[in-house]
């Protein structure tokens, strides 16, 4: 079974370009989510897709963040205009069964994001 | 307050020695625990659930103390490869994950 795959592993770009993130969860998995670290914090919750719709999107910084997941399968996560402020790893993790809280998550290695 | 404290470290321990990692978390409503292991520049992934009872996985035991709000991680036997930052997690409903710091764990030979 093919893992949580996410692209670019990299990105380096300029204060105010535009970057867009994506994500491919393991198929068959209902459950995408977005979290970032930011250089030392933890990581933190940015938005949650059931399937094709927003469940919650409480984590999003603000709307410079533009979360998609068309037809509910992979993810794109686009920063518009990136600010330094937005550097760090954004991690993607997909689950399959909504509403078992013991339910794993499975991460992503994460896109290192970074902003000069 | 952050949800979830934990003490960073670094733990240097030497092999085969026996460390605890705790944790404490704020919201006394949340559902269920885990531990999180984070090596260097990878993504974080599930080491073991956290349950009222305890459970033990190997070399590995967690508790967690609703009362107080406390989870523990007791790892016997270092390995070095267990050397890795160990990432306590809460679930803040619909696996809306609140992660601690992490606490970075050194084990040396």
């Known amino acids: ?116 | 307050r952050k949800e979830v404290e934990q003490d960073p470290g670094p733990f240097n321990v030497p092999e085969g020695a026996t460390v605890a990692f705790n944790c404490t978390y704020s919201n006394s409503a949340s559902q269920s625990f885990f531990w999180y292991r984070q090596d260097c520049r990878k993504e974080p992934k599930l080491l073991m659930s956290v349950y009222s009872s305890g459970n033990e996985d190997g070399r590995f035991t967690a508790q967690l103390n609703r009362a107080s709000q406390y989870i523990s991680l007791l790892i016997r036997d270092s390995k070095l490869s267990d050397s890795a930052t160990y990432l306590c997690v809460v679930n803040g409903g619909f696996q809306k994950l609140v992660f601690g710091t992490g606490t970075r764990l050194l084990v040396s030979p």
Not at chain 1, 14 to 41: A, F
Not at chain 1, 66 to 77: D, I, K, N, V
């Open chain 1, 1 to 116: 079974e093919a893992g949580v795959t996410q692209f670019p592993s990299h990105s380096v770009i300029e204060k105010g370009q535009t970057v867009t993130l994506r994500c491919d969860p393991i198929s068959g998995h209902d459950n995408l989510y977005w979290y970032r670290r930011v250089m030392g914090k933890e990581i933190k919750f940015l938005l949650h897709f059931v399937k094709e719709s927003k469940q919650d999107e409480s984590g999003m910084p603000n709307n410079r963040f533009l979360a998609e997941r068309t037809g509910g399968t992979y993810s794109t996560l686009k920063v518009q205009p990136a600010e330094l402020e937005d550097s760090g790893v954004y991690f993607c993790a997909s689950s399959h069964e909504q509403g078992n809280y013991n339910s794993p998550l499975h991460f992503g290695n994460g896109t290192r994001l970074t902003v000069t």
